[in-house]
């Protein structure tokens, strides 16, 4: 088990990220350079993490995890009361209890056939397989449905962005065909009044070089999100022209007939 406590700001650590769905670790032995010294490792370590409000992370790390939520909503966190307030003590003391709970829990499944998860975890296949199924043979939810908190915690901020560029385009131009230059008139429109947006960069820069810099990132954002869903809405592209700033886009829902592609 490996933890990272209080974590803050942006992880992107690619190292990390690839570790936590690749089957081996690779390393060498410190102190020599032959070709024992080389290491390949089955790679069982569990990965997990805690953070407050606030931490933001690439995108392709969204897809292989499963947040664990925690709140308390009022104003005083120290007047919290609990039955038990020596939790840490109480797993010690009463471990076998637990630990024997959990195992009634498999014994049951498991007479009953092990029934599989209803829901694919494309991450871990095999986990949605056995503890979706565990889970939803008990009626303790499914823990692989997607997450619905919409990065209220932070989390991946070009995927919040373009949340806000889907809803934004649709409800001002349903099923239109629009131009680059058309989103980005969009996107500067709302900047102040949406602060998903502020992940583009600054259109309106006095800068020119920063002004180019937030063009090409909302261009590669925007190509990099073809045939998407987001908020149950589609981006569809129409790529045939030769030119990128020529192309043609459309937010449409996916849940009315499809609309015919020039």
């Not at 089957?23 to 953070?51: C, F, M, Q, W």
């Not at 503890?131 to 070009?158: A, N, R, V, Y």
């Not at 459309?250 to 009315?256: S, T, Y």
Request: hydrophobic share 35%; net charge negative; proline share 5%.
């Amino acid at each position: 088990m490996m933890h990272f406590a209080n974590c803050q700001h942006h992880l992107g650590d690619a190292i990390l990220i690839q570790a936590i769905t690749a089957p081996t670790l690779s390393g060498r032995v410190l102190g020599t350079n032959d070709s024992k010294s080389d290491l390949h490792l089955p790679n069982e370590i569990d990965y997990s993490l805690s953070a407050n409000i606030g931490l933001t992370y690439r995108e392709d790390l969204e897809p292989r995890m499963r947040k664990i939520q925690l709140a308390f909503n009022e104003e005083d966190a120290n007047q919290r009361t609990f039955s038990d307030p020596l939790l840490h003590y109480h797993v010690a003391r009463d471990r076998w209890e637990i630990l024997s709970a959990i195992h009634s829990l498999y014994v049951h499944w498991i007479k009953a056939g092990m029934p599989h998860g209803k829901t694919p975890f494309i991450s871990f296949p095999e986990w949605a397989i056995s503890i979706g199924g565990l889970m939803h043979f008990h009626s303790l939810g499914d823990p692989c449905l997607p997450h619905l908190d919409k990065g209220i915690l932070g989390g991946d901020l070009k995927e919040r962005a373009m949340r806000a560029v889907f809803e934004l385009a649709y409800a001002y131009f349903p099923n239109e065909w629009l131009r680059k230059k058309d989103l980005y008139d969009l996107i500067r429109s709302h900047c102040e009044s949406d602060d998903r947006l502020d992940f583009f960069g600054n259109f309106d820069a006095q800068n020119e070089k920063e002004k180019r810099a937030a063009s090409t990132a909302t261009g590669i954002a925007i190509n990099s999100f073809s045939n998407r869903i987001l908020s149950n809405i589609q981006l569809q592209i129409d790529s045939s022209y030769s030119k990128s700033q020529d192309r043609l886009y459309r937010f449409v829902k996916i849940d009315q007939p499809p609309l015919p592609v020039p």
